[in-house]
């Protein structure tokens, strides 16, 4: 094992050894190394982190390059309010007994602010994607501030709800990130995650190591609802709910596509539509098993309520 704190070069990209980010110890299994990164769970708590990390200069490089990739696909036509999102934004206002101010932290091009804002809610997003933010300004009109959370110094208790979309999984020190989510919100104030679910079935059983979630370098850490929920209660949050649902069969590897110009090959017009009947025929499964404990689908849902 490397010391902490050591760079490496990997792909030309600098990267560094690093602690569990939830108990800080070192003593790690490694599951399966892909492309010279380790994927190690830690000994003591169970949290499976990418060893080594790219760099903060290096990752930003890469969401730079990996921006132009993106379609701005929600700023065409009118604006869609998708079920799931909706009942996420009713939840988060039965939470926090309110439908007030919203903070959307990594919020792209502000997809999800554009929703919650027609929903009634006053938003604000943050982004370190300059460009990601810039249309979402430009475009959509929405407040996005440029840089990490907790570099933003945002006043105490300023939000009623912050939500996380497939971002807690880029952070570098994710407990820190949620403590400063605590921080904007009031006690009581509401919680939303949505990221990969480590524990899944598709990772189990199906596509382990190819699975197309496990996508470093953007994925700096995986949780399973286990160190996710230690996760928000070290960061001073209390668990609501946590539900688990979808089965995510992408295999296409990002890290390759990385190399190449081309980018990520496009999926065909007709596995997309198998995988979205395969999710949506799925659902009850999900939502029977996540109510016995047992989560199994490919992305975790998670609600929390900060401590009073
Ligand atoms: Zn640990």
């Not at 919020?107 to 554009?114: A, D, H, P, T």
């Not at 300004?137 to 939500?163: K, Q, W, Y």
């Not at 104030?189 to 079935?201: E, H, M, Q």
Request: aromatic share 10%.
């Amino acid at each position: 094992m490397a010391d902490f704190g050591q760079t490496v070069i990997i792909d030309r990209r600098e990267a560094t050894y690093v602690p569990c980010p939830l108990c800080h110890s070192s003593e790690v299994e490694t599951l399966f190394v892909r492309h010279q990164f380790a994927y190690q769970r830690c000994c003591r708590c169970q949290m499976v982190r990418v060893n080594p990390q790219l760099t903060a200069a290096a990752i930003k490089a890469l969401y730079r390059k990996g921006y132009e990739s993106k379609s701005r696909f929600h700023a065409k036509g009118p604006l869609l309010i998708p079920s799931q999102q909706r009942r996420i934004l009713a939840k988060l206002a039965d939470i926090a007994n309110q439908r007030g101010r919203l903070l959307d932290v990594g919020c792209f091009e502000g997809q999800f602010l554009r929703v919650a804002q027609a929903l009634g809610w006053q938003v604000v997003g943050t982004e370190i994607s300059t460009m990601a933010a810039s249309f979402a300004r430009e475009t959509c009109g929405l407040d996005v501030r440029i840089g990490a959370l907790e570099t933003l110094a945002l006043p105490a208790h300023s939000f009623d709800a912050v939500t996380f979309h497939d971002v807690v999984e880029h952070l570098p020190q994710p407990v820190h990130t949620l403590a400063e989510a605590a921080r904007v919100l009031p006690p009581g104030g509401a919680l939303y995650i949505w990221t990969p679910n480590f524990d899944s079935l598709t990772r189990r059983l199906i596509l382990g190591q190819q699975w197309g979630a496990v996508i470093f370098p953007w994925h700096l850490c995986y949780f399973t609802p286990a160190t996710l929920t230690r996760a928000i209660e070290q960061a001073g949050f209390e668990l609501v709910s946590i539900t688990t649902r979808n089965w995510l069969l992408d295999r296409r590897d990002r890290y390759l596509a990385l190399q190449n110009k081309a980018g990520l090959p496009p999926r065909s017009p007709s596995v997309l539509r198998l995988h979205r009947l395969l999710d949506r025929a799925s659902h009850p499964f999900f939502a029977w098993a996540s109510d016995r404990g047992w989560h199994l689908g490919a992305q975790i849902g998670l609600f929390a309520r900060k401590n009073r």
